[in-house]
Every structure is written in structure tokens, then in C-alpha cells.
């Protein structure tokens, strides 16, 4: 480890040596790779921490580019995936981190596996259920984990400790009815609520992974930036009637079966998984799909547009397909171009 490099980090002393050294020996595993997570990923790696998994299921827009900062418009012209890009990206800032990235959709089959490692986990999503997905797994495993969204000017951020501190459904037993938070797509964001909530989160995960837990604030964080406001919910006990934290029931990992189908919250699109194992030989499916619309391709993704509809397949057969709301009508395009 390069202490020169750390130095006016290592001259804090909430981080110290000591610290330092714990850092590189840590691993953190980034879920989401949008505008908290590839922030969060930026900042850890600066920090040294010496692993990083950084998982994202979706591809860089230039509607991302004014909040995401790690992205760049060649990122968008060259059709990256998040992770890949943000990947990328952490290589060129310390080469002295392992850096990991993962394009897949987390849900109930890998989510535990992929984050079994971790040390602590950053949400860097953009939904309740894949939030809920997280803190059921990291729950049953016992890994701790920062929560933290944003939209518009306002901001929200918890650490869960699970069995010790109240889990995301201790304080959200529910999750919000469809259409009824807003999101990024229907309120807007401005970048300085992101940097808010992802310094919140990554200091969080500094004090755990230098073993400083009595430095966590204990709290829920809220905060609007445009308004000039914040508060902080101190949270003390555990909800006796907690199903994940309390009686062991992880409702959100007990799916089974059959394709995974999620509508994208505010982008007229819908999320497609396939329930096996496959992987996608992109020159021959375009070969197939030439004479049915346009067709391009790179080695991490397929775009495919007909009509009103655009299809990005990746290479284990998840497809975002825009032009739509309605899972039915995503799936009969799914079948038609891509098999059942």
C-alpha cells in the first residue's frame, strides 16, 4: 500500500494507520451504479478501500450525464453498461484497488451471493423492492448496509445493522403504492443532493470498515437542499413485529420461479430476466433480427428497435424494452424477438 498517497487521509485521525490498513484490506459491494452508486464507488476507491463490487443491470444514457459524474459522452457513445464504465473508471483513479464490476439484474436468485463477501453494502438503487431485496438478504446474512436516495432537492439516508440497529423495514414496513413517491424521471434531480447523501453513505461505511461503529449516527437522515432544511430521526429499537429483523421472514427472497418481470419506474420501459442461465451469442441473434428492424451491437450489449419499441439485450438474455408499461405487452415482444 502506497501510504504516500493516503497521507492527508491517514493524518485524520478518525482514520489514522491503523485505519488506512483496514481500508485496503476491505471489501464493499456497490449495488446500482447510477448517481449515488458510481459517486460512492469514486469516493471508496479514492479512500484505498482495496475491493469493490460494483453491480449495475443498466446502460448509460446522456439524459444520466448531468448527475452521474463518473460517466462521460463517449461512455454514452460507446453503449457501456454502468458497471463497466464505472469500472473502468475506478481503474484510472487507484490501480491499486480490485475492482469488480457485474451487469446483471439483483433479485431473489444471486442477490445473496453476490454480496455473501462484502463487508458492507452501499444502495445505490433507485426502487423500494430492490431496497427491500437488499435489506432481507443482508439481513438474513448479517452484512451491514447503507441506505441512501435521492430525488429532486431532497434526500434520505440510514446504516443497518442487522439484529443491532432498526432494519429498512423496522422504519418502512410497506413499500410505497405504485405512482405514489416521485422519481427522478416525474420530480427531477439536481446533482448537489446526490454528493449530499453519497458523502452521508460513505462516511457511514468508512467508520464500519475501520471498525469505528460508535461513530455512526443512528439515524435517519432527511435533508432538502432547495428548502434548506434537515432532520435527523433518532431510531433506537427494533419493530417487534418486523418480519425480516424479528421473525426471520424474508418475504422478498422467497420468489420462485418463472422469468422476472420489473417495470422501470418513470421510463416507459420494462425489465425482462430469463429464469435459466444463458448466454447470448449477439452476432447470431443479429443475424436473426436484421430484417425485422435496426440492429447494433458491442461486446456488452444489442440494440434492437421496431416500430415504437427499442430492445437493449445483454449478454445473459435480460432485455430492457422501452416503448411500454404493460408486462404483457413487454413480454410478447420479448418472445417474439428474443424466445421464450
Not at 497521507?7 to 483496514?22: D, T, V, Y
Not at 490501480?95 to 462484502?118: C, F, H, P, Q, T
Request: charged fraction near 25%.
Amino acid at each position: 500500500m502506497n501510504l504516500e498517497r493516503y497521507s492527508r487521509q491517514i493524518l485524520f485521525p478518525g482514520i489514522g494507520k491503523e485505519g488506512q490498513q483496514r481500508l485496503a484490506q476491505s471489501h464493499a459491494v456497490i449495488i446500482g451504479c447510477g448517481a449515488l452508486g458510481a459517486m460512492s464507488a469514486e469516493m471508496l476507491a479514492r479512500a484505498g478501500v482495496g475491493r469493490l463490487r460494483l453491480i449495475d443491470r443498466d446502460f448509460i444514457e446522456e439524459s444520466n450525464l448531468h448527475r452521474q459524474i463518473m460517466f462521460e459522452e463517449r461512455d454514452v457513445a460507446d453503449r457501456l453498461p454502468k458497471a463497466i464504465a464505472a469500472a473502468s473508471h475506478v481503474n484510472r483513479i487507484n490501480s491499486e484497488v480490485r475492482v469488480e464490476a457485474i451487469v446483471k439484474d439483483v433479485n431473489y436468485s444471486n442477490v445473496e451471493e453476490l454480496i455473501r463477501d462484502a463487508d458492507v453494502l452501499l444502495d445505490g438503487t433507485d426502487n423500494f423492492e430492490a431496497r427491500f431485496l437488499i435489506n432481507d438478504a443482508a439481513v438474513k446474512l448479517g452484512k451491514p448496509w447503507v441506505y441512501g436516495a435521492a430525488v429532486s432537492s431532497y434526500g434520505v439516508q440510514m446504516t443497518i445493522r442487522p439484529r443491532i440497529t432498526p432494519c429498512l423495514r423496522c422504519v418502512f414496513p410497506e413499500m410505497p403504492a405504485p405512482g405514489t413517491s416521485p422519481t427522478c424521471d416525474t420530480a427531477g434531480v439536481i446533482l448537489p443532493i446526490i454528493a449530499t447523501v453519497a458523502s452521508h453513505q460513505v462516511a457511514e461505511a468508512l467508520k464500519i470498515l475501520t471498525g469505528q461503529i460508535e461513530k455512526l449516527h443512528g439515524s435517519l437522515l432527511q435533508f432538502d437542499l432547495w428548502q434548506n432544511t434537515s432532520t435527523r430521526l433518532k431510531l433506537r429499537e427494533r419493530a417487534e413485529d418486523c418480519p425480516a429483523c424479528q421473525q426471520n421472514r424474508y418475504d422478498f427472497l422467497a420468489a420462485r420461479g418463472g422469468q422476472l418481470v420489473t417495470t422501470l419506474c418513470g421510463r416507459n420501459a420494462v425489465q425482462i430476466s430469463p429464469s435459466t442461465v444463458v448466454r447470448v451469442d449477439f452476432a447470431k441473434l443479429a443475424e436473426q433480427m436484421c430484417d425485422a428492424g435496426e440492429v447494433s451491437y458491442n461486446r456488452h450489449l444489442l440494440k434492437f428497435k421496431s416500430g415504437e419499441h427499442e430492445i437493449t439485450v445483454f449478454p445473459d438474455a435480460r432485455c430492457i424494452i422501452k416503448g411500454t408499461d404493460d408486462p404483457n405487452v413487454a413480454r410478447s415482444i420479448y418472445a417474439r424477438y428474443i424466445g421464450a
